[in-house]
């Protein structure tokens, strides 16, 4: 069925089967009207939010003007952290309109977070505008987790403005949020009203009132845990992580995650259960049973990790990870063919991974294989230039094959990147005493123990020098 010429700007009807047509031309336009602009509504100065589901305050321990220090968790009762900027107006009349508070169920705390805080001009405010609540200088890591706080707080990733208060109640969970100038009348009324159980939460927060159908709202911990953990605020996270599993507690990623925090912070006997739980609820948990590899072959117990590198690595055949932690545990007692299949295989994975080639490195000089122990740590100072115990061990390798200059160049080029990197001062010293050059020796010992005074390998080989 086909139709030939038909009028442009109709409304074409055909009949299936048919080869008629009929056509009706489109109406023209009404004419419009231009309307009146808009106008753009003002922005309020001022926005309360009371928070459907409290969210536990981050622990801040921060000096006055005095130096008396102040910790959040310590202060029993109700606080107000009010955030502020000695460069911003709003801020000073933020903190005036608190100058004449007394309430005895509210301690105020205004915390300032001036990029560049200076203790006289904060000491300047507190004076001319005679608060009677301390003024407190916040570290960056505090203004940080608060800033993480406030983006994810509505789930609108802006970054805190000043001034912005935060209302605690006795039990340390914000309950409230003030964007702008707040009246101190306004904070003392809400202290006395503040929610204790859901339900009245739900009529303090919503802006309309309603009946809640599907369950209860909640708030995302994870999502706080992941984004401080990102940041390298590991206290904050752990608290996070805490507060997951105490509402889910067969959460297998939160048990990982803060097992994977303590284990970050060295605290190993807190890390492993945390671990262990992660494995029980997802077995298939490559990254756990990593770390509890990696907390096994620290206590010394090589047969549990090898075990726990191997449940890994069935889960995850490239995970180049735990091919360096296997290889390198294989290495150390001195399985080289074992370890030289899993460090080949991590190299293979990621041809340009500074640890695989170092790692392959020492292995070819374990076994005297200098050629190749020579061209991995070449390897891996091509990506990683400043490689401490790469430079160290190449300098090693050289002073062995009696190549002294260039293990002479490796050892300062070591200590130039990495002063605090005391092997190779002492190797350096050593090649010095075998090439019978012992003023220089003292002087790289004596410039190490000026890195790390108590030093007492450089001390006793420094007297042996004398």
Known sequence: QSMEKLPVNHRIEATEGSSDWRSTAFLPALP????HAIGREALPELVETWLLQPLRAPGISLPDTSGQIWDLHSIQGNKLLIFWSSMSRES???????????????????????????KVAIRSVATTENLPFPLLTASSEVAGIYNIVFRYLFDRHRDLGVPTSFLIDGGGMIVKIYQGVVEAETVAQD????PRNPNNRMKMALPFPGTLHLGSFQRNDFTYGVAFFQRGYLGAATESFKQVITSKPDDAEANYNL???YLRQ???SSARPYLEKAVQLKPAHAEAWNNLGMIAAEEGHTDEAVQDFQHCLRYRPDFVVALLNLGNLYRRQKLFANAEQLLNNAIQAEPENPEANYSLGMLYAQRNETVKAEQNFQNALKVRPEYADALNNYGVLLVREQHYAEAEQKFWSCIQANPKFDQAYLNLARLY??????DKAREVLQELLRQQPEHQMAQQALKMLQ
């Open 32 to 35: 419009v009207q231009p309307g």
């Open 92 to 118: 000073r009349s933020q903190l005036h309109s608190f100058a004449k508070l007394r309430l005895p169920t509210l301690q105020v705390l205004a915390v300032n977070v001036d990029d560049q805080p200076s």
């Open 191 to 194: 202290v006395e009203r503040i």
């Open 259 to 261: 097992g994977t925090l």
């Open 266 to 268: 060295h605290d190993v």
């Open 433 to 438: 005493v075998l090439l019978n050059e012992k």
